[in-house]
């Protein structure tokens, strides 16, 4: 398979696992990108999103109803909104999001005086974001032909589900007007707990089958650069809750259990105490270690996810 970015043949495998299953991670031996061994072609893979994704049982499986009343789903928009707001004016600004679900975020954004629109493949997340009022489209982006149209055009958690990031960004940076930004978040693949301790629960969690490409800071600046973009800013931040899985790793907490039970019960969390994916915002100490370590592991790009955004 050739290397998305410099389209190298040159590759090594390095993990054999997505989560529950059986799949190739290469690493292209010359630009260092990391990304999964696909062999369904791009209308298989639109049709899946279309009708599939958020009914696999590999994920928490969500209407879009249960989706836009989801405690993480509402801590994410916040988040995004503040991290938006804290870098772009976004009074009178017209914006594109694109993987834009069911709609938490669009509505944040017209809320902050945005006109907004969005991109959802998904058949039902698309109906039910409509109703809240938004134009939606459900082509990709590298299909839809859009020319100097947007402001801003976002996207968080959807990068990493392209299935071609060059044609994609050549595309997002040809809809911004000129000196729009691009903005949005990645998984980071230098995640401290991958590039320090690369322990087997961390792998089979961070391989997951519906990632495509797994962006280091250095792959995903190269990118930014090579479509045009002439200023891209960087930084990391820790999306769940850091103490608890520093704690499992350097406890080694997981040793005796079956790697299949932690995943199912982690990925597809039952009930509360099992949800590991929340800091518990009561706990003051908790809190603190987690504001502190986000700021460490951000000094060195190594947090668990990568938000940038890229000048146009
Ligand atoms: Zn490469």
Known sequence: MECNYCNSSNNSIIYEWTRLEKNNILRCNNCGLVFKEISDSKKDIELFYKK?????ETLPVQTPEEHYNDKVSKKDANDRIRFITENIDLNGKKILEIGSASGCLMEKLHDAGAEVEGIEL?????????K??????????EDSNLVELYDVIISFHTVEHFINPKSAFESIYTALRSEGNFIGEVPNQNDWRIKIFNDEITKRFHYDPNHYYYFSP???????????????????????????????ILCNTYSKMNIEDILEKHIIPKNETDDVRLPHVDDQIEMEFNRLFEKSVNSELLG???RFIAFK
């Open 218 to 248: 250095t792959v995903l600046k190269n990118y930014f650069e090579t479509c045009g973009f002439n200023k891209i800013k960087l930084e990391t931040v820790e999306r769940y809750n850091s103490i608890f899985q520093l704690k499992n």
């Open 132 to 141: 809240l009022g938004f134009e939606v489209f459900q082509k990709p982006i």
């Open 304 to 306: 668990n996810c990568l």
């Open 52 to 56: 599939k994704y958020r009914k696999i």
């Open 122 to 130: 998904n058949d039902e997340y698309r109906n039910f974001s409509k």
